[in-house]
């Protein structure tokens, strides 16, 4: 079974500073994988995804993920943080399931808390 | 476009009652996804639609379903809810499936007594 894991409940980090958020998964075939954030009181925001080809993928304000398969890893970085960039960031995997389908499994959530 | 719309937005209900929760995804999307969200377990996937027919479900009991209309409007329902129920339900659609990155709602809020 698939599976997400982000190691860090928060993510502290001081403004102008790069960030770094951490997601690592577990599947058994090829994966997609996503990267949403969710500001308060608000939904969650698609920022990007890793679908195939070029392993550095750029999103939404600035973000940009790498994939590495060898460390089953999908982080989520940005050279320069912002106050506003404070938010719930969720990485999530789906895999070709029997039948076809595509279960989808997201992460339990990392708070990024950047300070002034 | 109209972005995914929830309603009702809140909810309170007390044990052993049921509700149902709609959906209205974006203009042209064919994919809904139904999602609980709790403190504790994080973003829980509860099932998915397209074109009308479930395409996948999570783990949950039987207690929870859903369904998809013909203008790709869905509805969830839970009955005899449990206090363990309460949540924020969120709603979110896509064009497809697999690939497909999902728009999101911003959530009905259900309380329960």
């Known amino acids: 079974a698939q599976s997400v894991a982000q190691p860090e409940d928060q993510v502290n980090v001081a403004e102008g500073n790069p960030l770094t958020v951490k997601c690592t998964y577990s599947v058994s075939g090829n994966p997609y994988l996503f990267w949403y954030v969710q500001y308060p009181n608000r939904g969650l925001q698609f920022l990007l995804k890793y679908i195939t080809g070029d392993n550095l993928v750029k999103g939404s304000y600035g973000f940009e993920a790498e994939f590495n398969k060898s460390q089953t890893s999908f982080h989520l970085k940005k050279p320069s943080a912002l106050v506003s960039d404070s938010a719930l960031y969720f990485c999530a995997v789906r895999e070709l399931a029997s039948g076809g389908s595509y279960i989808p499994t997201f992460g339990r959530g990392t708070s990024l808390i950047v300070h002034p | 476009k109209a972005g995914v719309t929830q309603t009702p937005r809140y909810l309170i209900k007390t044990r052993g009652q049921q509700v149902t929760l709609s959906c209205s995804p974006i203009?042209?999307?064919?994919?809904v996804s139904w999602y609980q969200q709790t403190p504790g377990q994080g973003l829980q996937f509860l099932f998915e639609?397209?074109?009308?027919?479930?395409?996948n479900k999570g783990n949950f009991p039987g207690r929870f379903s859903g369904r998809q209309f013909s203008n790709s409007r869905s509805e969830m329902n839970v009955s005899t809810l449990e206090l363990g129920d309460s949540a924020l339900y969120l709603c979110a659609s896509s064009y497809g499936t697999g690939s497909n990155e999902q728009f999101f709602g911003p959530g009905t809020r259900l309380t329960v007594l």
């Open positions: 203009s042209g999307h064919r994919s």
């Open positions: 639609y397209f074109s009308e027919t479930q395409r």
